[in-house]
Each structure stands twice: as C-alpha cells, then as structure tokens.
C-alpha cells in the first residue's frame, strides 16, 4: 500500500526479556541507494552436500549454539573467548567440545579459511570469518581480513564480518580500523548491518577524537534517526554515541 522499493520484517529476541521487539523496515523509491544492503537471493541454493573440514565444524557449532539460544538454554553470564571473538562462547555442555576443536582447527588450516572467504555459498564464508575471530596471534590481521566483506552482498556475511571487527577492537584496544563503511551502514535497511555497525563506531570513537569529530560531522543525522527507534539494540548504542559526540 505504501508503495515502498522494499519492505521487511525483523524480530529480535534480548535474553531474560520476555519482550519481542519488531523492527519494520522500509526503503522509499527516492531512497534506491539503501537498496544495495538487500539480500539479493533469499532462497540462495544451500552446498549440495556436508564438508569434511572446520568450517563445517564451524557451521554445526552455529547451528546446535543457535538453537540453544532461541530455547533460551544459556546461562546469564559474560561469554568467554580464547580468541579475539566468539559468538556464544562454549560454556554450555553441547558446545564445549568445540571450544578446542575450533581453536585449534582455525590455526592449522589458515589457507583453507582463506579460500572459503570467496566461497560462493554465504553460509560458508560466515562460517570462516567466525573462525578468523578464532585466530590469536594478530588481531589487526583479523581485523583486515574480514573488512572486504563488510560489503558483502549478503547480510549474513556483512554480520559475521562486522561483529568480528566490533568484538576484536573492544578486546584488542590497539587495534583499529576506517569507520567510512559503518558510518554508511547505518543506512541500510539491516538491522544487523546497523546495530553490529554502532557497535564498531562506539568502540572506535572511545579511542579517538578524530573518529568523534568525524561522527559528528557525517553520521549525526543517522544517528538521531537510530535513537528514535524502540529496537534497543538501535536505539541504545545510538544515544551513547549521541553524548559521546
């Protein structure tokens, strides 16, 4: 009816918070811009059949720890990660044998990660950018490799990539990375591109005036715009940002 160039639905999910929070999602014909950041292929064919090699280890641990988290079976503590970013930890029993697993596994088979972030399936290229996260030698490296994908075509990938970056920079605090491409996300019509991308610009703009200066002066507009939401994990970064600048 509203005759919009795109419309979505997302609904987000806070442990311990009975609230099921709904973010709809609109892009205007005059704003064909944001179209970029839509999933082009929803039903994208899925691999034809299962790997023999850590990244579908990686798969299954997102898969089995996914589940365990819309059941709400997760205790109500910090995750804890051997490497510079984890997304749901091990602590629970069904994911703690693959806290070796993937530490291990993503050190000793670094080109073969390498090449599955070009794999044209994209449940496999999040699956090896997690891994990257896994690394621990050089967190700036991590952070760099996974960058590209920050514009991936898929929003999954783009998710992955970003909350790696997000999760390195607030473990690493040497570390840093060009805030251009999350100040631009906070554009797209993803709730994931927007929130993982506040995340990033918050740890950056702890750290550097210039990056607060930057913010001020380019990404003011969305931000006020962000903090008019109800969405929490939109709203909340974005108002800390907002006092921060």
């Keep these: 009816e509203g005759h919009y160039a795109y419309a979505n639905?997302?609904?987000?999910?806070?442990?311990?918070?009975?609230t099921h929070y709904?973010?709809?999602e609109v892009v205007r014909p005059s704003e064909s811009d944001r179209l970029k950041w839509t999933d082009p292929d929803p039903l994208q064919e899925a691999p034809p059949a299962r790997f023999n090699d850590i990244v579908?280890?990686?798969?299954?641990?997102?898969?089995?720890?996914?589940?365990?988290?819309?059941?709400?079976q997760f205790p109500d503590k910090p995750i804890h990660c051997s490497g510079y970013h984890c997304i749901f930890g091990f602590d629970h029993p069904k994911l703690k044998p693959f806290e070796a697993l993937l530490r291990d596994g993503a050190r000793r088979n670094v080109p073969l990660i390498m090449k599955v972030l070009?794999?044209?399936y994209s449940e496999r290229r999040v699956a090896a950018i997690y891994l990257v996260g896994e690394w621990r030698d050089n967190p700036q490296y991590n952070i760099n490799t996974v960058l590209p994908y920050v514009d991936d075509p898929d929003?999954?990938?783009?998710?992955?990539?970003?909350?790696?970056?997000?999760g390195t920079l607030f473990k690493a605090k040497q570390c840093h990375v060009d805030v251009a491409p999350f100040i631009r996300l906070l554009r797209s019509p993803q709730g994931t591109d927007r929130n993982k991308s506040l995340f990033v610009l918050l740890a950056e703009a702890k750290k550097d005036p210039a990056v607060r200066k930057l913010l001020r002066q380019q990404a003011y507009a969305s931000l006020k715009e962000l903090a008019a939401l109800k969405q929490p994990n939109n709203h909340d970064v974005a108002v800390k940002l907002i006092k921060m600048i």
Aim: glycine content about 8%; cysteine-free.
């Design 9 to 18: 639905l997302t609904l987000v999910l806070y442990p311990g918070d009975k």
């Design 22 to 24: 709904i973010t709809i």
């Design 56 to 72: 579908q280890t990686m798969q299954d641990y997102l898969n089995i720890a996914g589940d365990l988290a819309i059941k709400g």
């Design 118 to 120: 070009h794999d044209k």
């Design 155 to 166: 929003s999954a990938v783009r998710n992955a990539a970003i909350r790696v970056i997000g």
